[in-house]
C-alpha cells in the first residue's frame, strides 16, 4: 500500500479544492468525496482525494516526511565537487563514495538533506508499506553470521503449510491492503519448486498483489517456474562484495559466485531485483562499504541493505556491539541509504527492520529524511515469529497509522506501483 502526504484544503469549490503544499497550490479533484470543507485534512492521489485524514494524524505523517532542506555554513570543494558531479549524472567512484561515508558535521547533514530532496522530488511524496512472510527457518546452509544457520541446535523450528501460506497473504491483500508480499525462509528444500509455484499461483488466483521471493540460491530452472507461476522480484543478497570476507563467514552452503550468477539470470529473467549488503561485519571496513553501495547499485532495483546484528549460537555471537560500534553502524547505514538516493534517484529503498532494531523507533523518521522511500512491515503471524531469529530481539512496528491510512482501497496504488516497477526495468 502506499502513503502520500497529507495536505489541507484551504479553498473549495463545485468539483474540486485547493490545497497549498511548499512550494505550490494544487488543485484536487474531490472524486466522491462531496462534501469536503475548507480545513479538512485529505489524502490524493493522481489528482483525487481519496479520504479524509483526522489533522492529527495528518500532522504527524507530515512531521515524518516533512522537508528538512538545511543550509550548509561550511562545504569542502570536494564535497561541492562531488554534489555536482551527482546532479549532473555522473557516476561515483569508489574514492568519491568512500568520501562520502566519512563524511561528518556540515557535510554529512548536506548529505541526508540532498537525498532526502531527491527522494521527494521523484517520488512525489509517495512511500509504499510491503510486507515481509517468513514461512519457514528451516536452513541448509551455515553463515556464520544467521540464528537459522543449520547446526543452530537450539532454534524451534517451524514450516507453515501451503494453504497457510497462502491465507496469511490473502488476508495481508484483502484485509489490510498490501500490495507487495515478500516470502522469505532460509533456504528450505522441503518446498519444492512445485510446492512453491502453486503458493504464488494460488495467491495470485485471489487477488491482485506483486509476490517477490527470498528463499536463497535455488538455481535457474527453479527461479524460471517461480516466475512463471507470477512472482514478480525477488530478495536476494549478495551480503558483501568483500569476497574474502564472503568466504570466511560461509564456510558451507552460500558462494559468492553462485549469488551472482544469481542475480545475472534473475534479471535475464526479467524480475525485480531487490539487493544489497550486510553493514558492520567483523573485518568489513569502509572500502568495503564503498564496493557494496556500487555492487547495488549495478543491481538492485530495490536496496536492501542492514546491520548485521550479532546473534546467540552463531559463531559470531560474542561480537557484540558496544556503543561507538552501534553508532557507526546506524550512521554507516543512513550514509548508504543516502548515497544510492543520490546516485539512482528513482530506485526504492526500505527501512529494514534490522536498522529498527538497531537504533529503535525513531530512525524511521531519519532514515526517510535520508532518502528512503517505503518500510517493511513483518506479517508473519504471531505464533511462529519469535523462532525466525536471524537475529534475536526483533524489533515490531506501530503499524496502525499506517496501515489505518494506507491507500488500499484504491486500485491507483497498484496500479501506481506497476507502472514503477515496468519503468524501472525498462518493459
Ligand atoms: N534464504 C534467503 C533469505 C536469507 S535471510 C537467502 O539466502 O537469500 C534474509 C537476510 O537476513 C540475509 O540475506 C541476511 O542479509 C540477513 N541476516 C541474516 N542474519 C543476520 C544478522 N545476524 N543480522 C542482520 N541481518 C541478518
Not at 519444492?192 to 488466483?205: A, C, G, H, R
Not at 519469535?386 to 524489533?395: A, L, R, T, V
Request: charged share 30%.
Amino acid at each position: 500500500m502506499c502513503l502520500t502526504i497529507p495536505a489541507q484544503v484551504f479553498e473549495k469549490h463545485k468539483n474540486f479544492v485547493l490545497v497549498k503544499t511548499d512550494s505550490e497550490i494544487r488543485k484536487i479533484n474531490t472524486g466522491f468525496l462531496t462534501d469536503l470543507k475548507k480545513g479538512d485534512w485529505i489524502l490524493h492521489t493522481v489528482g483525487t482525494a481519496v479520504r479524509i485524514i483526522d489533522s492529527e494524524e495528518a500532522k504527524e505523517i507530515i512531521e515524518l516526511l516533512g522537508k528538512t532542506k538545511y543550509i550548509p555554513q561550511k562545504l569542502s570543494t570536494q564535497f561541492k565537487e562531488i554534489l555536482k558531479k551527482i546532479q549532473l549524472g555522473g557516476d561515483l567512484t569508489k574514492e568519491e563514495i568512500t568520501y562520502l561515508l566519512r563524511v561528518k558535521g556540515d557535510e554529512k547533514k548536506t548529505l541526508f538533506s540532498e537525498a532526502n530532496i531527491v527522494r521527494q522530488a521523484n517520488l512525489h511524496d509517495f512511500f509504499c508499506i510491503h510486507g515481509i512472510i517468513e514461512f519457514s527457518n528451516y536452513c541448509k546452509n551455515d553463515c556464520s553470521y544467521c540464528g537459522l544457520r543449520a547446526e543452530n541446535r537450539n532454534l524451534t523450528r517451524y514450516r507453515m503449510s501451503v494453504s497457510e501460506i497462502v491465507q496469511t497473504a490473502v488476508d495481508a491483500v484483502k484485509k489490510k491492503g498490501y500490495k507487495l508480499l515478500v516470502l522469505q525462509s532460509g533456504e528450505d528444500y522441503f518446498y519444492t519448486d512445485e510446492m512453491l509455484v502453486e503458493i504464488i499461483k494460488k495467491i495470485k488466483e485471489k487477488c491482485r498483489v506483486f509476490i517477490f521471493m527470498s528463499v536463497g540460491e535455488r538455481g535457474y530452472p527453479a527461479y524460471k517456474k517461480i516466475k512463471k507461476a507470477g512472482a514478480s522480484g525477488v530478495l536476494f543478497r549478495f551480503e558483501t562484495s568483500n569476497q574474502k570476507l564472503f568466504k570466511r563467514l560461509h564456510s558451507k552452503g552460500k558462494n559468492f559466485k553462485n549469488r551472482l550468477e544469481h542475480l545475472k539470470f534473475f534479471r535475464e529473467l526479467g524480475y525485480f531485483i531487490a539487493t544489497g549488503s550486510l553493514i558492520g561485519l567483523p573485518g568489513q571496513t569502509i572500502d568495503d562499504l564503498a564496493e557494496d553501495i556500487l555492487l547495488t547499485k549495478k543491481w538492485a532495483n530495490m536496496v536492501s541493505t542492514g546491520p548485521f546484528l550479532s546473534t546467540v549460537d552463531t559463531s559470531l555471537a560474542d561480537v557484540i556491539d558496544n556503543e561507538k560500534t552501534k553508532k557507526w553502524k546506524i550512521e554507516m547505514n543512513l550514509k548508504m541509504i543516502a548515497i544510492l538516493r543520490l546516485m539512482v534517484e528513482t530506485t526504492r529503498i526500505p527501512v529494514v527492520t534490522a536498522l529498527e532494531t538497531l537504533a529503535g523507533v525513531n530512525i524511521r523518521k531519519k532514515a526517510l529524511q535520508s532518502g528512503a522511500n517505503s518500510l517493511m512491515f513483518n506479517l508473519t503471524p504471531a505464533k511462529y515469529r519469535p523462532h525466525y531469529k536471524i537475529y534475536g530481539h526483533k524489533f515490531y512496528q506501530k503499524e496502525n497509522i499506517w496501515e489505518k491510512y494506507g491507500l488500499f482501497k484504491d486500485k491507483e496504488s497498484y496500479q501506481m506501483l506497476e507502472e514503477r516497477m515496468a519503468k524501472e526495468l525498462n518493459v
